[in-house]
């Protein structure tokens, strides 16, 4: 028996221009959508980062990611931590891949919350 986990990404053009903006990432293989990044301004590069920690199947932005100047690393997190709905943390970090930026992460992102 394997414990291979299966990601499964998808590209989406939202507003139709030919250009996909917006990624969709199953990273668990569970059938969820787990991580949402969106390329604002059209650059070609992400710029925000929305992650789902909760396993219910529905995609809830819990913590969102944002790179501020183009570099392609997360420079805010905000993070709801009491699934409110309203971001109660936020977090200047640097040097962390705007994909990784999730502080949940079990597949060893690069920091953690403790």
């Given amino acids: 028996m394997s414990d291979y986990i299966e990601t499964t990404v998808e590209f989406v053009d939202g507003d139709g221009d030919g250009y996909p903006e917006t990624t969709l990432v199953d990273s668990d293989g569970d059938g969820a959508i787990d991580t949402v990044l969106t390329d604002v301004d059209g650059d070609g590069y992400d710029d925000v980062a929305e992650f789902d920690n909760v396993a219910?199947?529905?995609?809830?932005?819990?913590?969102?990611?944002v790179d501020t100047d183009g570099d392609g690393l997360a420079d805010v997190v905000a993070d709801d931590v009491?699934?409110?709905?309203?971001?109660?943390?936020?977090?200047?970090?640097?040097?962390?891949?705007?994909?990784?930026a999730n502080p949940y992460s079990t597949s060893g992102g690069p920091y953690d919350v403790s």
């Fill in 56 to 65: 219910d199947g529905e995609f809830v932005a819990d913590v969102v990611a």
């Fill in 82 to 100: 009491d699934l409110d709905g309203v971001a109660d943390q936020v977090t200047r970090v640097d040097g962390v891949p705007l994909a990784d």
